[in-house]
């Protein structure tokens, strides 16, 4: 009798496309997640112990304990663009390959910044709910807003979405300025409009801070009191980076002076699965300040068709595996204990 041959194990987390469950049943068997709900921690390692691959989301965590019990396992594949939520050395130490979807999260995620901002300074989400109370009677001089005409923006992180954000801001009549610590070239910087500043002189400068960094153990808190101090009375903050590199709990002390006019967020403190000792929910004094925030669930690449790509790639990661290839867009080698930093 001749011996049927092993069937990759592919284990997917959370709820996707069905054209990626038909690619993945061509390489393997898939364990998916169908329900909208991610499966907890415990659940995520009974799964995965029994796995060649694995699809990874963010709301996934994989460190070194659970790696100990994934002995088949052979890639992550991350449909997501950081990959702060997964121990890429503890990976690379035991053979797995980790890999991400570098590019394809970075213009939606610059649009919905934009539409963040926009909707904070001309207060889009209050006026809404005016309009279907029975008050409304027509226009009254309320709910003055603000502008970007002549006002300076100021940009933190300058990757792949800051600098998207910044191409979309180019015909708003404002002042670009940037931080991060690999400035950009002078070409990029003239075509971008923009200029390069300390953090200190960016905060000072600043009526609008546009948060697009990575979290890094060097950017945790990177805005916290002190920083958002520096800023104009009257300033607005808008994240669409990583909840943790402002301090929430700062944001809303500096609203509650008026010291800051609103702040703007798709990500959040408590999403951010690779610090232990991060809050279990959103900072309650964002949700109790409708007037002054503006808050998305983590909408930053929700575009239907985007999503599917985001799924598809990751899949091709797993693919790559499993066939014997380097995976595409891998940001660690097994054997190799120095993860690659993502931008």
Known sequence: MTATPHRPCIVVTHRVHPEVIELLSEHGNVVANDTLDSWSHDELVERAQQADALMLFMPDRVDAAMLDHCRRLRVIAGALKGFDNVDV???????????????????????????????????????????????????????????????????????????????????????LIYHDLAPLNVADEAALRVSRRDLPTLLAESHVLILAAPLTPDSRHLIGGSAL???????????????????????????????????????????????????????????????????????????????????????????????????????????????????
């Open 229 to 343: 101090l520096r800023l104009r009375r009257g300033a607005y903050v808008v994240n669409v980076g990583r909840g943790s590199v402002i301090d929430e709990r700062a944001v809303v002390a500096l609203l509650a002076d008026d010291h800051l006019a609103g702040y703007a967020a798709d990500v959040y403190e408590m999403e951010d699965l690779s610090l232990p000792n991060r809050p279990k929910r959103i900072t309650p004094g964002l949700i109790e300040r409708p007037g002054q925030t503006l808050l998305t669930p983590h909408l930053g690449s929700a575009v239907a068709d985007v999503r599917r790509q985001i799924e598809l790639s990751a899949a091709r990661c797993i693919i790559d595996t499993l066939e014997g290839r380097t995976p595409r867009h891998a940001v660690n080698t097994p054997g190799d204990t120095v993860p690659t930093r993502a931008g």
């Open 89 to 175: 050395e503890a990976c690379a130490e035991r053979g797995v390959w980790v890999s991400i979807v570098p590019d394809l999260l970075t213009e939606p995620t610059a649009e919905l910044a934009i539409a963040l901002l926009l909707g904070l300074l001309r207060n889009v989400a209050a006026g809404d709910r005016y309009v279907r109370t029975e008050r409304f009677t027509g226009w009254r001089p309320t709910l003055y807003g603000a502008t970007l005409g002549g006002a300076t923006v100021g940009i933190v992180g300058m990757g792949e979405v800051g600098r998207a954000v910044a191409r979309r801001l180019a015909g708003f009549g404002c002042e």
